[in-house]
């Protein structure tokens, strides 16, 4: 098992954009959230990002990960999902290089955006 899979499986939820789908992944969570309104909060941060407008950064940052706490599973249900979690992570290493590649990188930078703004 790769220290990346296991890592994911203990952050903050988030909503990660992976090919053209979106979806919450976190401790607890894996869905994809594609259809959901919460997704355009993405685009804003990334917006707010390009900017360096700190203040939408840390407010963009924190919706995005209320939104995505909201698709956490019951503990009872946490091996299931993991493994699920595991299984999609490692097909897409496989299938779909660069957007496995891309969804590392908004990885790295949501830690890096967690020891900046999360308090």
């Known amino acids: 098992m790769s220290d990346f899979k296991e890592s994911l499986y203990e952050k903050k939820s988030f909503i990660y954009q ?3 789908e979106y979806y919450a992944i976190g401790a607890n969570t894996f869905a994809k959230v594609s259809d959901s309104p919460e997704v355009d909060n ?6 707010a990002l ?3 407008n700190d ?10 990960m209320r939104s995505a706490n909201f698709y956490r599973v019951d503990s009872r249900e946490h091996y299931k999902l ?3 979690l595991f299984k999609f992570i490692g097909r897409l290493e496989v299938e779909d290089e660069a957007a496995y590649r891309s969804f ?3 990885v790295f ?11």
């Not at 993405?42 to 917006?47: C, F, G, K, S, T």
Request: aromatic letters at 8%.
């Open 82 to 84: 993991q493994d699920k």
């Open 109 to 119: 930078q949501f830690d890096e955006l967690c020891a900046k703004y999360q308090r």
């Open 18 to 20: 992976i090919g053209e």
């Open 104 to 106: 590392q990188a908004q």
């Open 55 to 64: 203040r939408q950064i840390a407010k963009y940052l924190e919706k995005i």
């Open 42 to 47: 993405v685009e804003l941060l990334q917006n």
């Open 50 to 52: 390009r900017k360096g």
